[in-house]
């Protein structure tokens, strides 16, 4: 029983450590974001669910929030219908809304839309040069990028309302 005990309290203390270490940080409210405020956002060019080239630069002037998000992943769906409400309302104000997905090819993100009711602007990611020039590690991730294109904060993890969207929106980049 004494050398059980041992390699199990290793186990144990390695786990936890890599538990720790792995988890992305939380602010005080439980959101997991980071604060930015200091470099220009990565300018991309990626092709939309219809072919078209999109630029980050091309939207320089307005607030920009992009998502990262790929259908596999419960969180993005989960968040989906508050970032269409966010985009239907967007005419309001001047916020670009642009979700980029990091997986899935542009038949299986058009069949996705259709299925959820879903309207907003896809871009799509294929190569994973948004993605590393982002270091995106998990999806859902939201960056908010200011009228000057500079990156002022990152949202890690899905958002439960549009409340808590515009919120942050609000903080950050209005």
Known sequence: MKKLI?????????TVLCFISCSPASDEDGTDN??????????????DING?????QS??????MLVFWMIQCPACVMEMPYLQELYEGQ????????????????????DFLSREN???????????DA???????YTPTAF???????????????????????RDINKHIS
């Open 144 to 166: 908010y990028i200011d009228r000057s294109g500079n990156l002022k904060y990152t949202k890690i993890g899905a958002y439960n309302n549009v409340s808590e969207i515009m």
């Open 118 to 128: 879903l309207s907003l602007p896809v871009l799509m990611d294929s190569n994973f």
């Open 6 to 14: 041992i390699p199990l309290l290793l186990i144990l203390s390695v």
């Open 91 to 110: 005419s309001q104000n001047d916020l670009v809304l642009l979700t980029i997905n990091v997986r899935d090819n542009a038949s299986q993100i058009r």
């Open 131 to 137: 993605v590393r020039d982002y270091n995106v590690r």
């Open 52 to 56: 078209n080239t999109v630029t980050l």
């Open 59 to 64: 939207f320089r002037g307005k607030p920009v």
């Open 34 to 47: 980071d604060v930015l405020d200091l470099e220009l956002a990565p300018d991309f060019e990626l092709a």
